[in-house]
């Protein structure tokens, strides 16, 4: 059995992966942890785990009682995290949106002592829908534009979201080129003509939707578009224990939802 600590254990995130995880098999929850002050803390971690499980506020406290940490609470977390990770040698799953480079790279540092997964986006789909973005940016070329629009909730406070980027990553790769460099979002007034071969982006908020992500490729004539469609967020919860269950026990290194589909990275 894998013991499963969850961070962010109170947030809409946190609260899903703890419900699946009553009846995930080969997986059972060792510890809960919210930030100090937050409403969760000292209660029951949930139905379907030990009544003594409460959410704390102590990372330390749970750290050394489990094989892989999923963490899904705030990039200004990280930090302590990765520490504590690194401490107890545990595996972690990262599913904090809103990193910054400097996020990265401490995560890359920290990959060099533990095993650690960081995906913009745990869903089996999405994570197939980039590869799909790849290889089509990489077949049709810079003359084809490439627009990502994504729609999320109002409470979402990043724009574009983590998983639009990783969609634009995956079509800069494709065509070889950096996403930086290319990327544009937040039009408004007299824009002037699209460049060729750049990547834009379109965020919109509203309601409650969990997030629907759509790739455009468009050249003369014709158009294709890649679709993807959150219905709820049980989906990211599924995939962040997959990713949880296929990490634990792997050596030290940084890896993503793509290794745990079993993707080339070449292809």
């Not at 942890?33 to 379907?48: D, F, N």
């Not at 789909?125 to 049709?140: D, F, I, K, N, S």
């Not at 745990?260 to 070449?266: E, K, N, Q």
Request: net charge neutral; glycine share 12%; aromatic share 2%.
């Amino acid at each position: 059995m894998i013991k499963v600590g969850v961070l962010g254990a109170g947030g809409r995130m946190g609260e899903a992966i703890i419900a699946q995880l009553a009846d995930w098999p080969g997986l059972s929850l060792a510890g809960a942890v919210e930030r100090a002050g937050h409403a969760s803390c000292g209660r029951a971690a949930g139905p379907g785990h030990p009544a003594i499980l409460t959410v704390c506020s102590n990372i330390g406290a749970i750290v050394h009682k489990v094989d892989v940490l999923i963490d899904f609470s705030v990039p200004a977390a990280l930090a302590v995290t990765l520490e504590a990770a690194q401490d107890a040698r545990c595996a972690l799953v990262i599913g904090t949106t809103g990193l910054e480079p400097a996020h990265h790279a401490a995560i890359d540092a920290a990959a060099k002592h533990i095993a650690v997964l960081q995906a913009a986006n745990t869903s089996l789909g999405v994570t197939l829908l980039a590869r799909l973005v790849q290889q089509a940016a990489a077949a049709l070329g810079p003359d084809w534009d490439i627009e990502i629009a994504e729609l999320h909730h109002r409470m979402k406070v990043d724009a574009p979201s983590g998983t639009a980027l990783a969609l634009g990553a995956a079509a800069a790769a494709g065509r070889g080129i950096d996403l930086a460099a290319h990327s544009i979002s937040g039009r408004d007034g007299i824009t002037g003509v699209r460049e060729t071969g750049s990547i834009g982006f379109a965020a919109l908020r509203g309601g409650s939707a969990a997030g629907d992500h759509m790739v455009l490729l468009a050249s003369e004539g014709e158009r294709i578009e890649l679709w993807h469609r959150a219905e709820n967020r049980s989906i990211f919860a599924r995939g962040a224990l997959k990713a949880a269950q296929w990490l634990a026990g792997k050596p030290a290194g940084r890896y993503a939802m793509a290794d745990v589909l079993g993707l080339d990275p070449s292809r």
